[in-house]
T-cell receptor, first 113, second 115 residues
């Protein structure tokens, strides 16, 4: 059974810092991995998706990497801003081409002005 | 156009009652997902619909949970004989056919409280 963990559970940084969020999964037979952002009281926003054959994806100040063999992904946020404050979730989709996503518990990020 | 909408936004029900949660996807989005987010379990996938294909029900936690999608648009998630552990926020998402999961648009959720 796939299990996804995220470290740290919470992170507080001053504005302008670069930071890394970590995601680990136990079964490397994944189809893809996705990073989401969730703001309090709101739904999720998809940020980045990495296919199992890819190593990284970039969108603006965000860069996500994937090391499938070691079961790890990182989300790098450059020059953090207070507007980046949210909970960041990673999710893996199994390699059986189903739509069953397994989510991590999330990292709650606070960027202080 | 309008985004994904869900109703009700909040639902309080007594243990043992049945509840129905509704999701109105974005027009033209043939793919539709249901998830739930609870304090104890985090975010969990429940069910996926794509057009006229058989739904992927692999995430439904028990046979008390069912979902249908009428006319390829509106979806209803039904929970029978609710239990306290069913208390959670139920999220719906939709996307256009042929797009990746990156293009999921999420609704605001329905907060279900079972007393």
């Amino acid at each position: 059974k796939q299990e996804v963990t995220q470290i740290p559970a919470a992170l507080s940084v001053p504005e302008g810092e670069n930071l890394v969020l970590n995601c680990s999964f136990t079964d490397s037979a994944i189809y893809n991995l996705q990073w989401f952002r969730q703001d309090p009281g709101k739904g999720l926003t998809s940020l980045l998706l990495i296919q199992s054959s890819q190593r990284e994806q970039t969108s603006g100040r965000l860069n996500a990497s994937l090391d499938k063999s070691s079961g790890r992904s990182t989300l790098y946020i450059a020059a953090s801003q207070p507007g980046d404050s949210a909970t960041y979730l990673c999710a893996v989709r199994g390699g059986n081409y189903g739509q069953n996503f397994v989510f991590g518990p999330g990292t709650r990020l606070s960027v202080l002005p | 156009g309008a985004g994904v909408s869900q109703s009700p936004s909040n639902k309080v029900t007594e243990k043992g009652k049945d509840v129905e949660l509704r999701c109105d996807p974005i027009s033209g989005h043939t793919a539709l997902y249901w998830y739930r987010q609870s304090l104890g379990q985090g975010l969990e996938f429940l069910i996926y619909f794509q057009g006229n294909s058989a739904p992927d029900k692999s995430g439904l936690p028990s046979d008390r949970f069912s979902a249908e999608r009428t006319g390829g648009s509106v979806s209803t998630l039904t929970i029978q004989r609710t239990q306290q552990e069913d208390s959670a926020v139920y999220l719906c998402a939709s996307r256009l056919p042929g797009t990746s999961e990156l293009e999921q648009y999420f609704g605001p959720g329905t907060r279900l409280t079972v007393t």
